[in-house]
Each structure stands twice: as C-alpha cells, then as structure tokens.
C-alpha cells in the first residue's frame, strides 16, 4: 500500500473567528498548527512550514514590523504570508519592503489556498488592494505661494487631459480625434514647460519637491519560481496582461506606435516579448557573463528587431506592388534599418545580470534580490522601457516603407493615415520632436540626472522618471546641448539672488507703505479733523 504524504504544517496567527474559517478552508489540504505555549517554545522543535498572520489595520507600523521581525526569527526558514485589510493605513511603497515572502491586502477567500501552495512551492505572491487613495492633503506640510501656483496650474492640465481622453473614447469622427490628440499633445508640453519654468522657483521658495501625480493602483505580482527565470516568467505575464488591456497613449508625447491599427500594433510588441524570450534563454545556455553579456545583448538586438518585424507583418502575406505580388515580411526586412541604438535606453546589465543569473538589483541604495517585489517592479519597468523604445523604433521604418507602399497603409496603418497628407504629416511631426528633444528636452534629463522610461500598465503606455548619474554622457554632449545646459545652470545660480531681492523690495514696500505713506495720510487726517472741529466751534 503506498504510504500518504504528511500534511504540510500551517501556523494561523489571527482573530479568534477569522482563524476558525481560515482554517476550514486549508484543513483539507493542510494541517494547522495551534499557536499555543509548546509551538511558541524556542526550544521545541518545529515543523510549522508557512506562517499565515492576519493583521487588523489599527497596529502601527512600527509595531508591524517589530512583529514581522520577531515571526522571521522564530520559524525561519518557514515563509511568511501576512494579510491586512483594504482599509489599512500603510502606503503600499512601505508595504513592498517588509520581509515577507506573502502579501495580501483585501484577498478573497478563494485567493489563499493558491497563494499558501505558491509559498510552499518557493514561490512569492503580493497583492495589493487598497480601497481608496489616501489623501495627500491629509499629510501635506504647509506651503508656500510658488508651491500652491505650481499644483493648482498642474490639477488644471490633469484635469483637462483627462477630459480629453473620456472625449476621445466618445468621439467617432476622424477629425475630431486629430483635433484631441493634438490637444493632448499641447497640454502635456505646458506641463513639462511648466514644470521646467516654475519647478525650480518653487523649490526656492519652499523646501517641497515639485508635485507628481499618481493614482493609487492595485499590485498584483506572483512569482512561483524565485529563480531568474521564474522571475521573467511573472514578469512575461504582467506585461502581456498589460498589452491585452490595451495601449493608450499617455505619455505626452506621439508615438509612430499610433501609426500602427491596433491588431499589429499588440502583435508587434507580443512578438518582442517572444523574442525576448529566446533571446535571454540563449544567454542562459552560453553562460557569459560581465562586459560579455552586455556585447552579446547588443549583437543580437538588429536580429531580434528582424523577427519580431517578420512576426508583426506575417511571413506568408502578399501585397500587390507595381503589377506583381511582393511577401511583405521580405519587403520591410530588406527595406528597414533596424541596426540604429537609442542613447536613452539605460545599461542593460543590470537588467540582464537578474534575469539571466539572477544577480541582486540596485533599488533606491539598496541591494535586492530579483524575486524581492520592488526589484521585479524596476525590472519590469525597464523591460517595458525596451519594449516600447523598439516597438518605437520598428514602427518608424514601417511608416517609412508604408510613404511608398499605398497598399501596405490598408494591411498595417490606421484608417485616417490613409491619405498621403496624413501621413507625411505625422513622420514629419515625428521628426520635429525628434529633434526638439535631441537638442533641448535630452540635456535638460542629463543636467538633471533624470531619466525617461515608459511603462506598460493596465491598458495604456505611461512615463515614468527614473533618477541616475548620467555625467558621463553629459560631457559627450554637443557644444549647442551644451547651452542648454549653461542657461540651467545660469538661471539655478539666479533663482536665489532673485528670490533674495524681491523679498528685500518687498520689505521696502512695506516700510514705505506702512512708515512713511500711512504716516502722511494719518496727518492730513488728523489735520483735516482738527480743522472740522475749529470751523464747528466757531460756529
């Protein structure tokens, strides 16, 4: 007779009620261990293999994670799986970093069985869902006049952005989306011009940075191996649930990725994705590793670009061309330069050191491995980086071909991109902020040791600012860029003095207004009220 399996020992840290239904639902699949004297003894041994607390959101989060602390001494190695209610008063930023191998906020009752077995497996699981952004006026320090300009010029252009984009989903007419995207367009460039003018004055004028607006959102990450390639395999399927939501434009910015209908343009990112794939399974195989690794991902991006453009376009579908019938995969490959390098995707090392070796990652100072939840997020982020900026690039080149293929504009291109005025009209606005932010908007980020990724969240294509030392290529830059760069660092050694002298001249005003006009009006009044008085006594 073949002998039963023991079952895996579960300990339940919650309420009284709340662990009796808890432990009806993961008795049949494991054994639940009473939190009593003897299992809380350092000296008896233990076989508890996953701790399940459950927290109510009135404990401080000091004490949560004292708690967190003194529960991973006592069971280590057993994993950690902590629930909290929707409503707990902890910024989700915070709750990322505690040292748990489970987090579930406001998790359905069907949802623990499977994170409990992912755990058990090795696995990570992190679900956030708070039920509503906490306020941020609730803990706001107060502010100065430049501050208080500068947000309610931003809550403006938010909320006029925002209007755009319900009218745009209302709006069936070709003509009247022009008109919106390009009203899209003008209030996110009076946003950056805003932020570019105004930011620095503000910070002057009050120790706060410069606003950013984000919406609380809900965090869904499963990780079931914590290898580098369990860690791509959740990667993989948070972007592909993101690409299958849609892809919106809120960048701020045209993209030639709109160009595309929106059939090839998910199956153009879907098949970078799967090239991707193979790609980073082939560095697996050839184990190299360092400068290596980094040269064999840049040997191999122009091929990769290749296939996922054959991919996109279809390697049996014929278009008629002058008379004869032409395959178009064969047609754009041959016509496309796919060999160029974009200067604004970061260093792929880091990138590929996690999910080729599964090297620790470089998070805010902090080393974390790549299963860690912040890690997988930036790793994400990065990734979503490179898919966009070759999606971007590939889609380019087919709008280059599709100026002389007419009928290549039907088989790829939106309806409205038809006409040849459309469309050279959309290269040529390409090309202009191009060069607009290779002359001006790429210093600025340099100066300022910022860089711009784009991210794929759920149903839209949003920028993301990531902060890193970028001076070696700042002294690459062009003696014109190099203006750029002079005129900031002019008006940042200005803003100062400014602010110094007008708020001198405004305590001149008010010694003159106060000191010496209120004087001289108090006596002509008093000079005309003694005169009054004369002229009625005399009467």
Sequence with gaps: MAQHQPKPALLILAEPLLREGLQRR?????????????????????GVR?????????????????????????WQPAPLLLLLPGEAPYPS??????????????????????AVATL?????????????????????????LGIWLLRSGLEQIEREQQRCQRWLQQSQGVFSQLLLRGRVRELAMARRLLLWLWGPISLALANQPAPESEAGSCTAITVRERTAAGVWQAIQTRLVSAIDGGLNNHSGQLMALEGLNSHHRRDLLLALISQLDLVL??????????????????????????????????????????????????SLTAA????????????????????????PLLVEGRLLAPDEPRALLQLEALISNWLIRNAELISAEVLACCSAWPELRRYLLRNDLLPTRNLERLRNQLNAQQRWSTWFERPVQLYQSQRQLYRLEAGAIAPVMLTEP???????????????TLALEARDALAPQLHSALRQLGDLVVVVLTQVIGRAIGLVGRGVLQGLGRSVSRG
């Design 50 to 74: 996953l701790v399940l607390w459950s927290v109510g959101g009135t404990m401080p989060a000091e004490s949560l994670a004292h708690e967190l602390l003194q529960l991973r001494e006592r």
């Design 281 to 330: 399974l082939r560095l697996r195989q050839d184990q190299v590793r360092g400068e290596a690794l980094e040269q064999r991902w840049q040997e191999l991006q122009p091929e990769l670009r290749r296939l996922s453009l054959r991919a996109m376009a279809g390697d049996y579908v014929q278009l008629p061309q002058q008379g004869g019938l032409l395959k178009v995969a064969d």
């Design 93 to 114: 930023d915070w709750l990322l970093q505690l040292p748990v191998e489970g987090l579930l906020q406001q998790a359905q009752p069907d949802e623990i069985p499977g």
């Design 26 to 46: 993961l008795t049949e699949a494991y054994s639940v261990v009473e939190a009593t004297s003897d299992t809380a003894s350092p000296d008896q041994p233990s």
């Design 120 to 144: 058990l497996s090795g696995g990570r699981v992190v679900e956030l869902r708070p039920l509503m952004a906490r306020s941020a006026a609730a803990t706001e320090t107060p502010q100065g």
């Design 336 to 359: 496309a330069q796919l060999d160029g390098v974009d200067p604004e995707l970061p260093a792929a090392l880091p990138m590929l050191g996690a999910l080729v070796q599964a090297q």
């Design 470 to 484: 970028r001076d070696t290529e700042l002294r690459q830059l062009s003696w014109g860029q190099q203006l750029v």
